[in-house]
C-alpha cells in the first residue's frame, strides 16, 4: 500500500460526457502527479501540482483539467470524453519536487463507450 | 527531446534462470534514472535511483547499474513473484515540465516459469 488513495477504481461513461477523477497523496507529501497509462502509449506525464500550485504540464489535452485543494487532494477532471481517452489514469505523490521517487496509487480505470 | 528504450519488450525466463533488462537513454545531463515495478492492474513501485555511471543498488535479486549511455536490470535466480513489467525513467525536460516529471521507458514484460 503506497499511502495514495484514487477514486473511483473504476468507470464507465458514452463519449461527450465529463468525469472527475480524485487523488489523496501521501499524508506530508506536497507534490501531486497525473499520469495516463494506455496499451499503445505507455506512462504519460500529465500535469503536476505542489502544495496547490500548478507546476509542470506534460501532454495533457485541454479538455482535460486538475487543480490541487488546501488540503492538497487533487482532481483531474475530462471532459467531452472520446473513445481514445480510455486509459488507466495513475496520480503519483512525492514529499519534494523534483523527485524521481513517486508514489502512485493503484489508478482509476476509465472506459468510454 | 529526452528518450528511453528498453528492451526486450517481453522476457520469459525459467525459476532460477539469471537475464539482463536493458534501458538505453539519450538524454544530456542526466539528473537520474529511475526503475519501477509494476504489477498488473497497480500502479508503479518505486525500486532503485541511479545518479553516475558505474552506480550500482542491490535489492534482494534485483541489482540496477548504470553507464552513461544505459542502465541494466540485472534479475538473479528470479523466482515467480518477480514477474511483473519493469519501468525505467528519467526527469524530463520538456518546454513546460523543468524536469519535473518523470518520462518513463516502454517496459520490459517480464514472465518466470516456475
Known amino acids: 500500500d503506497s499511502g495514495v488513495t484514487q477514486t473511483p477504481k473504476h468507470l464507465i461513461t ?45 501532454n495533457i489535452l485541454e479538455r482535460f483539467s486538475a487543480q490541487q485543494f488546501p488540503d492538497l487532494h487533487s482532481e483531474l477532471n475530462l471532459s467531452s470524453l472520446e473513445l481514445g481517452d480510455s ?17 502512485f496509487g493503484e489508478g482509476s480505470r476509465l472506459t468510454v463507450l | 527531446e529526452d528518450q528511453v528504450t528498453q ?23 542526466l539528473r537520474g534514472l529511475f526503475w519501477y515495478r509494476q504489477d498488473p ?10 545518479y553516475s555511471a558505474g552506480e550500482e543498488k542491490e535489492k534482494e535479486r534485483l541489482k540496477a547499474t548504470l553507464t552513461k549511455k544505459e542502465s541494466f536490470l540485472h534479475i538473479t535466480a528470479p523466482k515467480p513473484e518477480d514477474s511483473a513489467t519493469y519501468l525505467c525513467a528519467v526527469p524530463q525536460r520538456g518546454k513546460d515540465t523543468g524536469r519535473r516529471a518523470l518520462t518513463f521507458g516502454s517496459g520490459t514484460r517480464l514472465q518466470v516459469q516456475p
Do not use: H, M
Request: hydrophobic letters at 30%; charged letters at 20%.
Open chain 1, 14 to 58: 458514452a463519449t461527450g460526457q465529463r468525469v472527475t477523477l480524485r487523488c489523496s497523496p501521501r499524508s506530508g507529501d506536497l507534490s501531486v502527479y497525473w499520469y495516463q497509462q494506455s496499451l499503445d502509449q505507455g506512462l504519460q506525464f500529465l500535469i503536476q501540482y505542489y502544495n496547490g500550485e500548478e507546476r509542470a504540464k506534460g
Open chain 2, 41 to 50: 492492474g497497480k500502479g508503479p513501485e518505486f525500486l532503485f535511483t541511479l
Open chain 1, 87 to 103: 486509459a488507466l489514469y495513475f496520480c503519483a505523490s512525492s514529499v519534494v519536487e523534483p523527485a524521481g521517487e513517486l508514489f
Open chain 2, 7 to 29: 528492451s526486450p519488450e517481453a522476457l520469459r525466463l525459467q525459476e532460477g534462470e539469471s537475464s539482463s533488462l536493458n534501458c538505453s537513454y539519450t538524454v544530456s545531463g
